[in-house]
T-cell receptor, first 116, second 112 residues
Framework: DAGVIQSPRHEVTEMGQEVTLRCKPI?????LFWYRQTMMRGLELLIY????????DSGMPEDRFSAKMPNASFSTLKIQPSEPRDSAVYFC??????????????FGPGTRLLVL | SQQGEEDPQALSIQEGENATMNCSYK?????LQWYRQNSGRGLVHLIL?????REKHSGRLRVTLDTSKKSSSLLITASRAADTASYFC????????????FGQGTELSVKP
């Protein structure tokens, strides 16, 4: 398996532009997570999906952020409009969630976003 | 905050020495996991320990869990320069709807 695939790997954009980050989870996994990592705040969970349904989006910073999972093999995280404080590394992770608690999460390589 | 708190924040040792990192948390968990992150890369899962387990081993890694003290430790024995990375604990809290909460991490530097 190729693991979790994220694109793009790097994104530089100007304030006010729309940014779309993409993720392909590992085949067969039923949970997908979007995280943001910064030096100041560490690794923050933004939103996660189970069986393509958003379960908890309490970590989404504000209405400028939205995420979708139209099918089991694809998810997007969109920022519109982007701001300099959104600059961070965004990780997607997937997992096979069972009743006995969360199992291992497999992380993608991340998208390094810089908003000028 | 329910976030796991790790200490130390940074640790510098010589190759061959053992490295111990600690994680404390505040509420009941289903399991606790440890991850490693090399600079500029994604996180990689190291080991998972369930709330009814006290100790687990994986190669040079040893993880302990003390639910009465709400703490866990990760021991890396006979460290190598390649072990240089950040190490995170992540807790799966009960009644949290199935999400992992990551600590701030311990930055380990192993000098050759």
């Amino acid at each position: 398996d190729a693991g979790v695939i994220q694109s793009p790997r790097h994104e530089v954009t100007e304030m006010g532009q729309e940014v779309t980050l993409r993720c392909k989870p590992i085949s067969g996994h039923n949970s997908l997570f979007w995280y943001r990592q910064t030096m100041m705040r560490g690794l923050e969970l933004l939103i996660y999906f189970n069986n393509n349904v958003p379960i908890d989006d309490s970590g989404m910073p504000e209405d400028r952020f939205s995420a979708k999972m139209p099918n089991a093999s694809f998810s997007t995280l969109k920022i519109q409009p982007s701001e300099p404080r959104d600059s961070a590394v965004y990780f997607c992770a997937s997992s096979l969630t069972r009743d006995r608690g969360l199992e291992t999460q497999y992380f993608g390589p991340g998208t390094r976003l810089l908003v000028l | 905050s329910q976030q796991g708190e790790e200490d130390p924040q940074a640790l510098s040792i010589q190759e061959g020495e053992n490295a111990t990192m600690n994680c404390s948390y505040k509420t009941s968990i289903n399991n606790l996991q440890w991850y490693r992150q090399n600079s500029g890369r994604g996180l990689v899962h190291l080991i998972l320990i369930r709330s009814n387990e006290r100790e687990k081993h994986s190669g040079r890694l040893r993880v302990t869990l003390d639910t009465s003290k709400k703490s866990s430790s990760l021991l890396i024995t006979a460290s190598r320069a390649a072990d240089t990375a950040s190490y995170f604990c992540a807790t799966d809290f009960k009644n949290q709807g199935g999400k992992l909460i990551f600590g701030q991490g311990t930055e380990l530097s192993v000098k050759p």
